[in-house]
């Protein structure tokens, strides 16, 4: 029993301390700071979906969820986004190359302008409550699925 634990030691221990296995560890999407106009504090968010990365735990904190998707079910990516606050006031705007894109928003009303492939506007209403998060699809119907514009 106590060379199985030293066994099991060691393999930990090289698995925390060899800088290959730490960097896989910490390879996925990354999270990115949205620095708004003055008087804003900083948002937190991340473009991801695609792979593996959609099985990570982090995006489940986020209060806001987007997921950006053609006429069917297929996803897209290459989508500017802009989300207003209740006032009309810009909340957050990004450019995100995945289909999914989490953002750390107050709670609150919400209006977001998605423009996918730069040419095909869409508009959405959501509320965020705390404690939860919000999901919104944001469907693309210029967008054929399997098209390579």
Same mark, same amino acid.
């Given at each position: 029993?106590?060379?199985?634990? $030293? ?20 390879? *996925? ?8 106009? @003055? ?13 593996? @990365? ?32 209740? $006032? ?8 995100? #190359? ?5 953002? #750390?928003?107050?709670? *609150? ?21 705390? *404690?939860?998060?919000? @999901? ?7 967008? $054929? ?5």
């Amino acid at each position: 029993m106590l060379k199985l634990n $030293k066994k099991y030691l060691a393999f930990l221990c090289f698995i925390l301390f060899n800088p290959f296995y730490a960097h896989a560890f910490e390879m *996925g999407d990354p999270e990115l700071i949205y620095e708004g106009p @003055s008087g804003w504090q900083s948002i937190k968010y991340a473009c991801t979906g695609v792979g593996e @990365s959609r099985q990570d735990p982090r995006w489940e904190k986020y209060p806001l969820k987007l997921t950006f998707t053609a006429s069917g079910t297929a996803y897209i990516s290459s989508v500017e986004v802009k989300i207003k606050d209740q $006032k009309g006031d810009l909340a957050f705007e990004a450019k995100c #190359n995945s289909p999914w894109l989490v953002v #750390n928003l107050k709670p *609150g009303s919400y209006r977001v302008e998605a423009t996918a492939l730069e040419k095909y506007p869409q508009k959405a209403s959501f509320k965020i409550n705390s *404690g939860s998060q919000t @999901s919104q699809v944001i469907r693309f119907p210029e967008i $054929k699925s399997g098209s390579r514009e």
